[in-house]
């Protein structure tokens, strides 16, 4: 072949591969929006067969002007999701009127639950954040709940299990909604090693031995959370309390700040209370100067003065009124919180009321009275109480005064 001609056919084979190149570059590029656009459809497609409704085809009387994509406000909780009404909202409020029912095919029918479950599909919103999936993950889980689905197999919502912070209460929901054998549970659990099952464990019956034994596995095993071991001990106590008490007090005493849910701690220093010893008293006196909860503190409160306990922890309420404990909070999610003066918290209210109540119990020394009055003096002011005298009484002129509320 001429050399003029090789050289020619070189740049004419140049020129396709720079071309192909540039063909497959553009195409590269816009894949990712085809593949948007398309999961846009399928998981719009996939809300509307949930039953929900986009608030941007509901009448103008019903869409908020100043944010749109959101239902005008109407109560406390909010009825709309990222854009979209609730399944339940459309199936049972009057925001659409007969045409546009008919038009959409609502009220939906229940799906089958292996259709529920071929939408939950966590690890890809988890990869992508995706809006309209996270829409259809959450409604699909309301739906399971509201419309009670139920499971063709024992702990088919596990085939579809992701750990995730958003979801795994419902999952958790979902299975206690089953009611699952204790072994039924411990079968599961040692198929698909999902801790949440352990939260669904239920009291051992008379021959179930096997089962006895996986919750003393479970109880033992140090690599779990606290969470789920309280739940394996709490029923291994319910059965046998001689046998399980001293095993049960040490993970008790050791673990009762771990479990991040506050209503767990409560259980946990329940069951401290109830044993009573002194090493229980000390771990409850921790947790009523530590606990990051109003509640958990509010609810050792409550178990003080139904069993009429003052004594032993009045020197652990003046540190508390003296600001020596650490904060404490409640938790938004539940508690609608009260009006509150200046300096008020939910925590110095609730002691006031605990040092009001001890107050007015009877029989109690005058070394108790002192420590009540003290500490209801420094709840009201903010400063120490004045000094008694050496001899141990007030002014003549003031003489003795009972502890006051306040």
């Known amino acids: 072949m001429p050399k003029r001609a090789c050289c020619y056919l070189c740049l004419v084979l140049c020129c396709v591969s720079f071309h192909l190149e540039t ?12 593949d948007q656009k398309t999961n846009a459809q399928i998981y719009e497609a996939m809300l509307y067969e949930l039953g929900a409704f ?3 085809k509901l009448r103008s009387k019903y869409r908020d002007p100043r944010h749109p994509g959101r239902v005008a406000f109407t109560g406390p909780w909010r009825i709309d999701l990222q854009g979209w009404l609730y399944p339940e909202v459309v199936r049972t409020k009057g925001y659409l009127n007969e045409a546009e029912k008919k038009r959409y095919g609502i009220p939906k029918a229940p799906l089958s639950y292996q259709r529920y479950l071929s939408f939950i599909d966590i690890e890809t919103y988890q990869q992508t954040k995706d809006p309209l999936l996270y829409n259809v993950i959450q ?3 309301e739906e399971l709940r509201d419309r009670k689905v139920k499971s063709e ?11 995730s912070e958003e979801w795994d209460f419902y999952f958790q929901l979902l299975l206690k909604n089953e009611q699952l054998s204790g072994p039924e549970v411990a079968s599961l659990y040692r ?16 021959g179930q031995d096997e089962y006895i034994t996986f919750l003393e596995d479970i109880s033992s095993d140090e690599l779990l959370e606290a969470c789920y071991r309280l739940d394996a001990y709490s029923q291994l106590y319910q059965l046998d309390k001689q046998k399980y008490c001293s095993d049960y007090k040490q993970f008790l005493i050791k673990n009762h700040f771990q479990p991040s849910e506050w209503a767990d701690r409560c259980r946990m220093n ?7 010893d ?3 008293v000390r771990a409850i006196k921790q947790s009523l100067l530590n606990d990051p909860s109003t509640e958990v503190r509010i609810s050792i409160f409550d178990y ?7 004594d032993e922890y009045l020197d652990t309420l003046q540190l508390l009124a003296e600001g020596k404990g650490k904060e404490c909070s409640v938790d938004g999610r539940f508690v609608n919180r009260p009006g509150l003066a200046v300096g008020e918290t939910e925590f110095s209210l609730a002691l006031k009321g605990q040092l009001n109540w001890a107050g007015q119990q009877k029989n109690l020394s005058k070394a108790a009275q002192e420590k009540i009055q003290n500490s209801l003096h420094t709840l009201r002011t903010g400063k120490p109480a004045p000094r008694i005298r050496p001899e141990g009484r007030e002014n003549a002129s003031e003489g003795k005064k009972p502890p006051q509320e306040i």
């Open 23 to 34: 063909v497959s570059a553009e195409e590269t590029k816009q894949k990712p929006a085809i």
């Open 153 to 163: 197999q024992p702990g088919d919502i596990l085939k579809v299990y992701h750990p």
């Open 139 to 141: 409604f699909t889980f």
């Open 191 to 206: 198929q698909h090693q999902v801790p949440l099952l352990l939260r669904c464990v239920t009291p051992p019956e008379t």
């Open 304 to 310: 003080l003065r139904e069993h009429g306990i003052v």
């Open 270 to 276: 329940q069951t401290l209370l109830e044993i009573g």
């Open 54 to 56: 986009p608030v941007n």
């Open 278 to 280: 002194q090493d229980c």
